[in-house]
């Protein structure tokens, strides 16, 4: 049936068919719908990322897997694994280091973060884990961030210039499952909130961000990895059904779990009806850090001092640039991940567009400093006359 004829333009709880969702559910996932993918499993397609490195490097190659990639997310099973997304899982050590240092100091001052289905204290949670890890250890950042793997998914959903947040969890043995959920931006409204949304706001919410996970622990399926319903982002009214028992139960008689390896990463559109799993085991303490992808032309769920982060990170590429003789892919997004990419809003006064049809972005004055080996203090006074023009 046409629900947005029949409600007028909006969704409500009422509207919500649990058939029509089981239709949409009882898909299968192709070998030939999905031709990069290494193999798929309980129709979620797993892709080697060693053996796509040279895709990755960049040109039509690269955006015939992006394209492929943006299917899966939006109109086939809605999740993707990436296999080695780290290859070399170093970097995860020296992060993982350094969250367990955070996580230490703030349940010192703080008695630890909420978490959001957990008891304070009974996981651990960072909020902010990107601009935390930035400002603590640049170097670490530089290395963890220049990874083509992950930009070329976010890329790829949405499209250049996205803004990266993160948010580490720590889930000790005996950590509860969640409930069934969609996720920001209208995953995290009330029903009623959500009902007063037109339908086709419901359709633009999942395309402004993109749900990620990397894995900095082993995670076999005793420590809970995400439980996920293939092909329930299809649903239009999902941001009313999720709440509603009918589709929790059968959610939890049909979800699927994918065991994941240190340094994999799991990527998901934000619509697709999923929960963290229950951790039965005795001793993994299972750790990710949550990716939160959001769209240049959208607001993310964190303030991000990418001001700061700047100024922190650049010393640290400007050393890999200098070694390298040029910035690469990798240390490109590096930089994606620090530096914000978009050029509004700002004061159109001081900070007309010139040569073109925006201003010059923090990311692009990052990258040309880094181009024109612009000392630290170069780029230092650089980004404040940049940061001044922009303020209202």
Request: hydrophobic share 40%; proline share 6%.
């Amino acid at each position: 049936m046409d629900l947005q004829a029949n409600l007028g333009g909006y969704f409500d709880l009422a509207s919500c068919d649990i058939e029509e969702f089981k239709q949409l559910i009882d898909q299968r996932l192709e070998e030939g719908e999905v031709p990069h993918a290494n193999r798929i499993e309980a129709n979620i397609p797993i892709y080697d990322m060693e053996e796509l490195q040279s895709v990755l490097a960049g040109g039509e190659n690269r955006r015939r897997l992006m394209a492929e990639w943006a299917r899966v997310l939006k109109d086939q099973s809605g999740v993707l694994v990436l296999k080695k997304a780290f290859p070399d899982t170093t970097s995860i050590d020296a992060a993982t280091e350094i969250y367990n240092q955070i996580i230490a100091e703030e349940k010192e001052t703080a008695g630890g973060g909420a978490d959001h289905f957990a008891t304070a204290g009974a996981n651990a949670r960072i909020w902010n884990s990107l601009e935390k890890l930035c400002l603590k250890s640049p170097e670490v950042f530089a290395d963890y961030f220049a990874n083509p793997a992950i930009d070329t998914v976010c890329e790829a959903w949405l499209g250049p210039n996205y803004q990266l947040t993160a948010q580490v969890n720590l889930v000790r043995p005996g950590g509860a499952a969640q409930q069934a959920h969609r996720d920001y931006h209208l995953g995290f409204q009330t029903a009623e909130i959500c009902a007063g949304y037109p339908a086709h706001v419901h359709d633009l919410s999942p395309v402004m961000t993109l749900q990620g996970a990397v894995a900095h622990t082993g995670m076999p399926l005793i420590s809970g990895p995400t439980k996920l319903l293939p092909y329930s982002q299809l649903y239009r009214p999902g941001y009313m059904a999720y709440r509603l028992d009918a589709f929790s139960d059968y959610f939890e008689e049909n979800y699927v779990q994918l065991p994941l390896e240190k340094g994999d990463a799991l990527f998901f559109n934000p619509a697709l009806f999923h929960a963290a799993g229950a951790n039965t085991s005795e001793d993994i303490q299972r750790m990710a850090n949550l990716l939160q992808i959001s769209s240049a032309f959208c607001r993310a769920m964190e303030s991000i001092d990418r001001h700061a982060m700047s100024l922190a990170l650049y010393p640290a590429i400007l050393e890999r640039v200098s070694k390298k003789k040029q910035v690469t892919p990798a240390l490109e997004a590096a930089v994606s991940a620090c530096a914000e990419g978009y050029s509004f809003p700002t004061n159109l006064d001081r900070d007309p567009p010139v040569g073109g049809l925006a201003p010059v972005t923090q990311k692009q004055l990052f990258l040309n400093a880094l181009r024109e080996s612009k000392s630290p203090a170069e780029f230092e006074k650089a980004l404040a006359e940049q940061s001044h023009r922009r303020q209202g």
